[in-house]
């Protein structure tokens, strides 16, 4: 990398990565190019289209017009390509073939007859609308575009094995217009063949000796993972495998008598390595496998989220709570300790939305915090007394009470509004339980699928071995279906640079780690 930004200037390196958890990773890793540089193809692929409207932050009108269609949706992402979804819905599993149809490049001649009728309305609904949706994506920049954003002078394609035929297409279209070339991956962590990824594509057409190149150290597993990772991978049929060094640290492989619906143990063991400052994962292969888990964590108050998949509610409860609570508690010494003081009217505004007006404000004194706390000039102004008494009435001196006799949460919870309760309740609990000063931290524990973490690290990883009941019946045969799942686990293993905990078993739908 040195050497390339020496020859050809920062500008013209672009390294671009299939997810946004593995491109922020590497933009976490002060290299000399701007950060601009760096993103998913997706993203890349977005840019150079001009940024068009994407279909799928559209989908209510799609059900409006499409209801025998109907899709589940989600708020989408201009960073991540199509995630898979829990859902079953006629539509979504019509649209899943579709995108793997299209990734694969498959003529529409072959396709489903069904799927083809679901593409040609989607695609009248596209054209229609202006949209574009997010495989079109890889389609207009593959058809329209010639070089990378800024015509790169150096290309990299990382997690390239996860790429399907399409984006692998585009990754070749534009590295033939740059001077160096490269594709970096891994056949062993190519997990995204539900929708369209090969690992195949990748190693074909087989590279030549003297532009293949293996890195045989790896600088984030430990002996004892290595040992059983690397057991594990050789299970796979079909795998390009290259022999790799672990990093030199023993590390440790563990067992828990916990699992997916008994969470106690997991729980108990992972609040013991975050308490000896260690960061944690716990892992399953789909997002409903963690549902007890969530369930355990928030009656606990045990913070957690996943940075990597920000969007995702269940992932990250404290989004919003912790940040209006933190905005109420900035007078106590006990959250702020030094920097403790009254509240500016920006932090006023943010957490005056979220109690009753009545009782607890002077008549008007909503609009009038909602005023200041937007007005540039006035917005980090603090609160003076007489503002305070006017604002908040007689609940200025109670509440300067509540703060100076400890009841500061007990007051706040007291005047919230109703609608606002949920929003709130896991922000309550972590600052009841764990001291409010911990929501200015970040978590310690991630909770995810695999996919979501794929490229990120902890130092203390626990896996879940369930799988879904379609999963099992590719488990039961060989084939590429089973390598997937191997794939899959293998990359939960990988990612713990100290510690691999491997859960037990709660339903026949899981695989067996001894097998």
């Known amino acids: 990398m040195p050497k390339a930004v020496e020859k050809f200037g920062p500008n013209g390196v672009v390294i671009c990565s299939l997810t946004r958890t593995a491109a922020s990773e590497i933009a976490t890793r002060d290299l000399p190019i701007p950060l601009h ?42 960073d991540e390509p199509e995630m898979r979804s829990d859902k079953k819905n006629r539509g979504d599993e019509l649209m899943a073939l579709a995108q793997v149809y299209r990734h694969n490049r498959i003529p529409r001649s072959s396709w ?39 015509n790169p002078d150096v290309f990299i394609m990382d997690e390239a094995q996860d790429c399907s035929v399409l984006e692998l297409e585009l990754v070749r279209k534009w590295n033939a217009r740059a001077a160096y070339a490269v594709l970096a991956g891994d056949g062993d962590q190519a997990i995204y063949g539900w929708r369209g ?26 002996r004892a993972v290595h040992a059983v990772a690397s057991q594990w991978i050789s299970k796979a049929s079909y795998r390009y495998a290259v022999e790799y060094l672990p990093r030199d640290h023993d590390g440790a492989l563990d067992y828990s008598d916990g699992n997916a619906r ?44 996943n940075p990597h998949r920000s969007t995702n509610g269940a992932w990250n409860p404290l989004r919003g709570g912790a940040g209006r609570l933190l905005a109420y508690l900035r007078p106590d010494p006990g959250t702020y300790g030094d920097e403790a003081r009254v509240w ?71 005047n919230l509004l109703g609608s606002k309760r949920r929003l709130m309740e896991y922000a309550l609990a972590v600052a009841r339980k764990r001291g409010a000063q911990t929501l200015r931290e970040t978590p310690s524990l991630t909770v995810g699928s695999i ?65």
């Open 112 to 150: 489903r007859s069904d799927v083809a009728v679901f593409q040609r309305r989607w695609e009248y609904w596209l054209d229609a609308e202006g949209f574009t949706d997010f495989t079109g994506l890889i389609e207009g920049a593959l058809d329209e575009v010639e070089y990378a954003p800024g």
């Open 344 to 414: 500016n009217w920006e932090e006023a505004r943010a957490w005056t939305e979220i109690i009753r007006a009545k009782g607890t404000l002077s008549p008007g004194a909503k609009r009038w915090i909602s005023d200041l706390g937007t007005n540039e000039k006035r917005c980090r102004e603090e609160i003076d007394s007489d503002d305070g008494e006017a604002t908040f009435g007689d609940n200025w001196n109670l509440l300067r009470q509540a703060f100076s006799q400890g009841r500061s949460l007990d007051w706040l919870e007291d």
């Open 262 to 305: 008994y969470v106690a143990p997991i729980l108990g063991e992972a609040v013991a390595e975050i308490e000896r400052d260690k960061s944690v994962m716990i892992l399953a292969t789909c997002g409903f496998m963690l549902r007890s888990l969530i369930a355990a964590l928030r009656h606990a108050g045990i913070p957690f989220h």
């Open 37 to 78: 540089n760096v993103g998913t193809l997706h993203a890349l692929a977005f840019r150079s289209l001009g940024r068009p409207a994407i279909a799928e932050g559209e989908i209510a009108a799609w059900n409006d017009m499409e209801p025998a269609f109907r899709l589940s949706g989600g708020k989408p992402s201009m």
């Open 197 to 222: 990824g090969s690992a195949r594509a990748f190693l074909s057409p087989e590279i030549p000796d003297e532009n293949n190149y293996h890195l045989t150290q790896s600088y984030r597993v430990p």
């Open 451 to 515: 996919h979501s973490v794929k490229g990120a690290q902890a130092d203390t990883v626990f896996l879940l071995p369930d799988i879904s009941p379609s999963a099992m019946r590719e488990w039961s045969k060989p084939g590429e279906g089973r390598d997937g799942l191997i794939r899959t686990f293998y990359v939960g293993m990988t990612r713990a640079r100290e510690r691999l905990v491997l859960g037990g078993r709660w339903s026949p739908y899981s695989v067996d780690w001894r097998s």
